[in-house]
Each structure stands twice: as structure tokens, then as C-alpha cells.
């Protein structure tokens, strides 16, 4: 028997959870982009709330969260590392962080040059507004489609004189031609509300609203079955705001709304998004300041994997067939 204790402890994923540097589900650091599939990118910002703060710590807090998750889905099946050549590529941190505009064509640069690099986004946010320049550069050359999982449609207008905060998105997306709202499926809708309007966007330009009432009628499968159906066989980006759970299961976010999904429900709705073209996704709007225990980091950590998961079984594929 060897006497070198690290002879079986090569891969820094066989190492015990707590050694070495926090990356990304214990992946390589790669800022460099070469010889990367999926790039696992954090977004520290959060220029575009509207309320409590904080979910530029966000990325930072789910990465050290996300050495508590092993290689393989037990549910799926799926061993994302094993499909593809996954890494985290640091940060798409902004220089003037607080000029919201020039923030976001910051982060819209940085993912500009993970998709000339035919690189596939997985990214960690930072408030929702980061979406919005994400889109800019993946969906540059034609709209995507979109299963977005939120406590809230974010397709508002005008907030206190801007048009492009976290509650807003989306509404500009459909408006800059990169998202195909007739695509767009929009599920855990809930709240209290200023405005009885305040959702007319998605509703008028198409989009399907799922309230959260009505989910919970339908059940995970049929909202899956018809899902599927609206987004098809284009090109799909996936969206999910931490605030789409139950505060029982994260309460550290900007806007928590009771009556929200469980953890295995989200688990449920995003590995129903296997076999579809996946393009990229976000997960969002942790904010570490309101966690308690760490809850909200981990589940934000566990469904960033099951977002990796789909993600790599969509690019495995479309790396096969090309």
C-alpha cells in the first residue's frame, strides 16, 4: 500500500470538501476560456434592485456552497464533468458598478466573448437585470426561447426614471428582438401588487404566465408537458430567480413572496428541461445579507447543478451531431 496520502485524491473533486480554493463546484479555474464547453461565470452585481441589496455577494457565497455537491445526479443519471468540459471562468464583474448602464454593457462584453469562444453560459448572479445583458450577446444573432422560473414576470416599464432594473428585463429583451416571447414560458407567479397591470407585458406580447395558483393545480408534469411544447425545438435559455422558492427554503433574497415552489419541485422543473436545445441559463438573486444558515446558497448551489446537468446533456448532444 502507498504511504503518499494524495495518491487517490489526484482530482480536486476526490478531495475532502473542505480543502483548497472554492471554485465553482470544485472545477477548474480557467479565465484564459481555452478548451472549456460549459463556463460557469459569476455576475457580482447588483445595480438593478429596487429594494434590499446585497445579491452582489451572491456568486461568491453559492461557489462555496457548491463543494458540498458531488459529480453525478443520482435522480439522472448525469455526470456533467464526465460530458463536458466544464470550468469556472471567474467573474463578469463591472468597473463602474454604479452607473447601471455602463454596467451592463460591461457584462454584456465579458459574455460576448464567451460566445465567440462557442463557450455555454451558466450564470451566477447578482439581480436579475444581469439577464438582460446576457441575452444581448447570446441572442445577438437571432431570439431565443425561455423557461423562466420566478416569484415575479419581470416585465415591467419604467421604475423612478429606469427602464432597465431587475424588475424589467425581459420586457426589454422582447423589445431589443432577443427574446421570442410567443417562446417564453413564465412559471411561479406570485404576490401581492401595486399595479393590476403591472404583468400586462408578458400577457399582451404572448408569453405563457403560469401563476403559481394555477401550478399547483396542474401539477410539475403537465406544467412540463406544456412547457416543452411552447419553447420547442429552438434554441432555449433558462432563467431561475432564487425568489421562485418558498422564503421556508430561501430566505436570502431581495424580494422573498410566500407560497412559492419547494426545492424538489424547482429540482423537478428544471431536470423536465433535459433534451431540450439549451443555449445557456442563469440562477439568480441570491443575496447572502437575509440567508439564514446557509440554506439559500445551498439550494441556489443544488440548482445551479441541476441547471449544469441539463445544460451539459444539451451541449454533449450538440457536440455529437455536429
Not at 404572448?206 to 394555477?214: F, H, K, Q, S, T
Not at 418558498?246 to 436570502?252: E, K, L, R
Amino acid at each position: 500500500m502507498s504511504t503518499d496520502p494524495n495518491e487517490d485524491h489526484h482530482s480536486p473533486m476526490h478531495r475532502p470538501r473542505y480543502v483548497g480554493i472554492p471554485t465553482f463546484f470544485r472545477a477548474p479555474l480557467k479565465e484564459d476560456l481555452d478548451e472549456v464547453d460549459i463556463g460557469i461565470v459569476g455576475v457580482p452585481y447588483d445595480g438593478g434592485v429596487t429594494s434590499r441589496p446585497g445579491a452582489r455577494h451572491g456568486p461568491r457565497e453559492v461557489r462555496n456552497s457548491s463543494t458540498m455537491v458531488r459529480m453525478i445526479n443520482q435522480a439522472t443519471g448525469i455526470a456533467p464533468h464526465e460530458l463536458c468540459r466544464v470550468a469556472d471562468i471567474g467573474d463578469a464583474w463591472v468597473p463602474s458598478p454604479f452607473e447601471l448602464t455602463g454596467s451592463h454593457d460591461s457584462i454584456q462584453q465579458a459574455f460576448a466573448r464567451i460566445h465567440e469562444r462557442g463557450i455555454a453560459p451558466l450564470a451566477v448572479g447578482g439581480d436579475h437585470s444581469i439577464s438582460l445583458p446576457i441575452l444581448r450577446a447570446i441572442a445577438a444573432d437571432g431570439p431565443v426561447g425561455m423557461i423562466h422560473i420566478d416569484a415575479h414576470c419581470d416585465t415591467g416599464d419604467d421604475y423612478m426614471g429606469s427602464r432597465f432594473h431587475h424588475g424589467a428585463p425581459f420586457s426589454r429583451a422582447v423589445e431589443e428582438g432577443l427574446l421570442d416571447a410567443k417562446r417564453t414560458v413564465q412559471i411561479g407567479i406570485r404576490g401581492s401588487i401595486n399595479d393590476r397591470d403591472l404583468w400586462k407585458f408578458s400577457h399582451d406580447s404572448g408569453m405563457r404566465v403560469i401563476y403559481m395558483e394555477e401550478f399547483y393545480r396542474l401539477g410539475v408534469d403537465k406544467v412540463l408537458a406544456e412547457a416543452r411544447e411552447i419553447v420547442g425545438s429552438g434554441p432555449v435559455y433558462i432563467s431561475f430567480d432564487i425568489d421562485s422558492l418558498d422564503p421556508a427554503y430561501a430566505p436570502g433574497t431581495g424580494t422573498p413572496e410566500i407560497g412559492g415552489l419547494t426545492t424538489l419541485e424547482a429540482q423537478l422543473l428544471i431536470r423536465g428541461c433535459q433534451g431540450l436545445n439549451l443555449v445557456g441559463a442563469d440562477l439568480v438573486e441570491v443575496s447572502p445579507a437575509f440567508d439564514s444558515a446557509d440554506i439559500t446558497s445551498l439550494a441556489g448551489a443544488n440548482l445551479l447543478f441541476e441547471l449544469l446537468c441539463v445544460l451539459s446533456d444539451a451541449r454533449s448532444l450538440a457536440n455529437s451531431t455536429a
